[in-house]
């Protein structure tokens, strides 16, 4: 079983930051990528931002420039470092991991941003 805690989330004001963290239960590396989703209510859950077990980061486009993604192997944790945040980012975030071809889920996080 495969165990994903997030952590981070919370109110900020628009152009305001916060860093997620999602931390999992074994090696990070088990994984073939993990990564951030996020979805607003009404809308469907959408990728936000992924690193591979190689390292690799990949981002959406309304997080480029924005958002970083990364890790730390030997806390088995990813971080997602949002910054510039504007009410449109305002979603619960979900920390995933692959293990291809099962995907795996944390429970989420809020994140509201106030204009």
């Known amino acids: 079983q495969v165990q994903l805690v997030e952590s981070g989330g919370g109110l900020v004001q628009a152009g305001g930051s916060l860093r997620l963290s999602c931390a999992a239960a074994?090696?990070?590396?088990?994984?073939?990528?993990m990564g951030w989703h996020r979805q607003a209510p009404g809308k469907q859950r959408e990728l936000v931002a992924q690193?591979?077990?190689?390292?690799?980061?990949n981002y959406a486009d309304s997080a480029k420039g924005r958002f970083t993604i990364s890790r730390n192997i030997t806390k088995n944790t990813v971080y997602l470092q949002m910054q510039s945040l504007n009410p449109e980012d305002t979603a619960v975030y979900y920390c995933?991991?692959?293990?291809?071809?099962?995907?795996?889920w944390g429970q989420g996080t809020q994140v509201t941003v106030s204009s």
């Open positions: 690193i591979t077990s190689g390292g690799w980061p």
């Open positions: 074994g090696s990070i590396l088990s994984f073939n990528a």
């Open positions: 995933s991991a692959e293990m291809w071809p099962n995907a795996y």
